[in-house]
């Protein structure tokens, strides 16, 4: 098993985005999500990536934790406001 902690760009790697710094960025600004919206329910994600981020969340290991921090940057707009 690798003791490699994912991060951010592994996990858009997993999904199958672009996962330079610039790339993520960007889609966070323009997906961000509604404060009732869970991140397994945002329409833009194929059913494999949905189903992906439903294990991780689960699995509440270190996966989940970078999930967590995708879920809180994909809903910063709904709590600033």
Do not use: C
């Not at 600004?29 to 991140?39: D, E, G, M």
Request: glycine share 2%; proline share 1%.
């Amino acid at each position: 098993m690798s003791q490699t902690r994912p991060r951010m760009t592994n996990l858009f790697e997993q999904l199958g985005l672009d996962s330079s710094e610039e790339a993520i960025a960007l889609f966070i600004a323009t997906h961000q999500l509604n404060a009732q919206t869970q991140i397994t329910e945002a329409e833009y994600w194929t059913e494999a990536q949905r189903q992906f981020l439903a294990e991780k969340i689960k699995s509440d290991g270190s996966w989940a934790i970078i999930v967590d921090q995708l879920n809180e940057s994909l809903h910063e707009d709904s709590v600033i406001r």
